[in-house]
């Protein structure tokens, strides 16, 4: 049984930081392409980071790009996001998604994802 665990979210004011962890079991963790996305209430889960299987590529949504920074960890089947430079725009559920088939861009895509966590709220005060 694949599982996505995801950690790190908490509360920080603007301008702040924090590190989200994804721990995966139950999958060949190297196979999979990983990403992450976040959703407000009654919105659409948008992407966020998304990162190749050997961690040599990474995609960001121009939203993020230079204050986020997306990593993982083959020996610990983990990717985590660095999260910088905070806004109060940023606060919403993160979730992390694993992709056993899809490579390149399509990382960007929701839909492209056969896994996903729980999700973390992170929440910026302005």
């Known amino acids: 049984q694949v599982q996505l665990v995801e950690s790190g979210g908490g509360l920080v004011q603007a301008g702040g930081s924090l590190r989200l962890s994804c721990a995966a079991s139950?999958?060949?963790?190297?196979?999979?392409?990983m990403g992450w996305f976040r959703q407000a209430p009654g919105k659409e889960r948008d992407f966020v980071a998304a990162?190749?299987?050997?961690?040599?590529?990474?995609y960001y949504a121009d939203s993020v790009k230079g204050r986020f920074t997306i990593s993982r960890d083959n020996v610990k089947s983990a990717v985590y996001l660095q999260m910088n430079s905070l806004k109060p725009e940023d606060t919403v559920v993160y979730y992390c998604a694993a992709s056993k088939v899809v490579v390149g861009p399509g990382l960007r895509i929701a839909t492209s994802y056969d896994y996903w966590g729980q999700g973390t709220q992170v929440t910026v005060s302005s």
């Open positions: 990162i190749s299987r050997s961690g040599g590529t990474t």
């Open positions: 139950g999958l060949t963790f190297s196979n999979n392409g």
